[in-house]
């Protein structure tokens, strides 16, 4: 079997030296986090379906927009306290909820224009 072999460790070549470490003026502490777009979107679309369930279940019709509601207030919160990438995830989900909604409503048109709808 062929066995690797190492060159053996030189020496550090004449008038240079070794990295000094770095002073405490040059680290750089990371400040709080601006969050995740990723649990922003998560959160958007949990605050949403959870929500239109809870509306459904509890047989509400007089607040229907509440969960969007919530999801505009839960966003605000996210972008004041500096969680941006957060509140971009939650308006990010936002979007693709409208995109879907327009999406299924030309779905139903193109079907319903099939079937001799709008002739």
């Not at 030296?17 to 949990?46: A, C, E, R, T």
């Amino acid at each position: 079997m062929n066995e690797m072999r190492l060159e053996p460790p030189t020496d550090v070549p004449p008038g240079s030296s070794p990295p000094s470490p770095p002073n405490s003026d040059d680290v750089v502490i990371p400040g709080p986090g601006k969050g995740s777009i990723v649990l922003g979107f998560v959160l958007g679309w949990v605050i949403v379906v959870g929500g239109q369930f809870l509306m459904i279940t509890l047989r509400t019709s007089t607040a229907f927009l509440l969960p969007e509601a919530v999801l505009l207030a839960v966003a605000i919160y996210f972008a004041v306290t500096g969680k941006t990438r957060t509140a971009a995830g939650i308006f990010i989900a936002f979007g693709t909820m409208i995109a879907l909604a327009l999406l299924l409503v030309a779905a139903c048109f193109g079907m319903m224009s099939n079937g001799g709808f709008m002739h």
